[in-house]
């Protein structure tokens, strides 16, 4: 019987690690503004966007959150059928249009941000506030060394 050398498995890739935090750390948030604001995580991260941004174009809001466009619109569609977002023409590029949020959506972000604050600082709250800056920072790095991506090319 063949042992497995560590860097072998799964479970010990970095990238794997990553995902599987970064997908549990979402759920525990998104379970609050599913229930809260019937919200779904591409909702969420359209809204999160746009609440920091400002009016984006469909193709940036792909770009800010690394998604597929397909979903993407399929967000946009949701929110603006509630009422939480709507489209506006695009002066720079008369071919699109810019998603801004609505004064409900505006509301509604205002609502679901200290409690996504809340339930990030109760997950951290395992890290000292040094640990956490530092995790922030190598996370930062991480990103940047990973390069630039066109979210379109993702679907791939």
Not at 19 to 37: C, D, G, L, M, P
Not at 64 to 88: F, H, I, Q, W, Y
Request: charged residues 30%; glycine residues 4%.
């Amino acid at each position: 019987m063949t042992s497995r050398k560590p860097a072998q498995r799964l479970a010990d890739f970095l990238p794997y690690q990553l995902s599987v935090a970064s997908n549990a750390v979402s759920t525990r948030i998104a379970e609050q503004y599913r229930k809260r604001f019937a919200l779904k995580t591409t909702e969420w991260r359209i809204m999160a966007v746009l609440g920091d941004s400002g009016p984006t174009t469909q193709r940036e809001l792909s770009q800010a959150t690394l998604m597929d466009k397909v979903p993407v619109n399929r967000a946009c569609k949701a929110l603006e059928s509630r009422g939480l977002a709507r489209r506006k023409p695009n002066a720079q590029d008369g071919r699109s249009h810019l998603l801004e949020l609505t004064a409900e959506g505006k509301a509604v972000h205002a609502g679901i941000m200290p409690l996504a604050l809340k339930i990030e600082s109760e997950l951290f709250s395992v890290l000292s506030k040094e640990e956490q800056a530092a995790m922030r920072d190598m996370l930062s790095r991480l990103r940047e060394n990973a390069g630039e991506f066109d979210a379109e090319s993702l679907a791939d």
